[in-house]
């Protein structure tokens, strides 16, 4: 493959798009420890630590994804390869003598330690103890090695191996090539007829009309960019955080009406992702004076195949999901128009998002920093529950830890609970951009506005949101 160099008996392989996005994060954040991702999950078990550490082991010997690393050659061009499999001691910390908001505090604070440097891994995953008898596993990775599809993975697999062992159960099926994945990667970005075709479908979505920008906290931002460039026809807003510092914070819903939502997916074959994006951009045209034409930037996993689902590696993509709809449409007609939307993004969502962007800013002479979109939203359906219905009865937490910075302005993530099944609503922001009490304004009329949509479908969009 004409992708590959050979350096010191190193396979090294170009970044691809997914990981270019995060790596120009990096590149432009002060703040280093803005691609770590932290994770723990504690099992409510008499776990066995040596057989857990040999499950890690394990892990680490099969999923290549665990072992890329970065390096740079005399150019200064950066690449990633495969390290080879090294046995090493597996770190353990017991906990079990601080309380939970010291356990979190721990966590946090190794959540953000860097992990960038070149030719070292890019992860790190410690045994604990903690009180309760709640043991297992901390874990903290850079973004451009997993994404939270590849953790869930990962994790997964770690616990079936270590139930194998300790249990006799099956053991689970190997890992899918990160490498065999990769190279697909690099192939289609070799101006492959797939990527002529999609970059073809990007450059008419933005040539037929352009998106305007609509905020959390209405028309404010928006009105302030046009008055500052003295153009008041402007669509874009300048969105410049004073500072990368982030926070979180945490909204859960119960099971009950999370029940409710899950249902009312099944019955009309609707991806939940839908119902989400309809409760937000539905919130975001009652904020911005009813406009009926929203843009929000959208996430997609792209693990369509068992490749892409057991082979680790990051393969998120932002794209914008624009949807135009009217006020006298009903809220069962907006959710088909975002339906309709987001099965044209997943078609041609392996086009380079950093491209995307340049394109945009080509195409309306836009500096970098302008933008038609407020947030960004993921929704991760996964759970760790194991196939083994023995080991769905095992009570588990599994929690996430920020790193104290943040790439975006506002980044919400939504979770199912390990608790109670219900779902958990990750708000990432920056405060230099939004304030806690516009999450909490954004998350309770999101939810009216669901579930006034999902108990009365027929109503229309405009009365929702002049009763909520």
Known sequence: ??????????ELYPLTAAQRVFFYTLQACPHKQVLNIGTSMLLNNDIDFEYLKQAIKQTYERNEALRIQITQDEEGRVYQYVAPFEEKEIEYVDLSDKSEEEIDNIFTEWTAI??????????????VNTPSNYRGIYFVINHMTLDSSGIFATMTDLIEIYCSLKYGLDYPKEMQSYIKALKKDLAYEQDSPQRQKDAKYWHEYYMASEPIFTDINGPVRLETTRKEMNNPNLRAARMIPQDSVAQHKVFHLETEPTAELISYCERNKLPMVCLLLMGIRTYL????????????????ARRGTVLEKKSGGTRVHFFPCRTIVEENQTFKEGIKVIQKAQNEIFRHSNYDPVQLLR??????????????????????????????????DIDYKCKWYPNGVAGQALYLTVMHSPVDQGLDFYFEYQPSMYSEKQLQDMYYYMCKIIFQGVQHEEKTVGEIMRTV
């Open 285 to 300: 045209s009652k904020e911005n004076n009813f406009e009926k034409d929203v843009t929000i930037k959208s996430t997609v």
């Open 359 to 392: 394109d945009i800013q080509e195409l309306y002479g836009y500096a970098p920093g302008f933008t038609h979109e407020c947030m960004s939203l993921t929704y991760q359906p996964l759970s760790m529950r194991g196939k083994d219905e023995r080991l769905n």
């Open 114 to 127: 860097p992990l960038d440097k070149y030719d070292e891994p890019l992860n790190r995953m410690v045994m």
């Open 1 to 10: 493959m004409s992708t590959v160099k050979i350096q010191e008996g190193k």
